[in-house]
């Protein structure tokens, strides 16, 4: 941050703040984490995109890495 931009600051009024507050929060809950039991099923999907993304780079990679070949 530069010194400019440190000064230019603007203070907000309460229901400004009330107001930027709300908007930050969001309506859905947020995601859990339960070792054993019942997870929320938004950590499984995003478990399974992650997942599914590193096995594509990874096998990206191996293909870059044999060459045109494939050896």
């Known amino acids: 941050m530069t010194p400019k931009a440190r000064k230019a600051t ?7 703040r009330r107001e930027l ?18 997870p929320d099923p938004r950590l499984i999907q ?3 995109l992650l997942g599914g993304q590193m096995a ?3 096998f990206e990679a191996q293909i870059r890495k044999r060459g045109p070949n494939g050896s």
């Open 10 to 16: 603007k203070t907000v009024t309460p229901s400004e």
């Open 46 to 48: 995003l478990a399974r």
């Open 21 to 38: 507050l709300a908007a930050m929060l969001p309506d859905a809950p947020e995601l859990t984490f339960t070792p054993r039991g019942n």
């Open 56 to 58: 594509r780079q990874d």
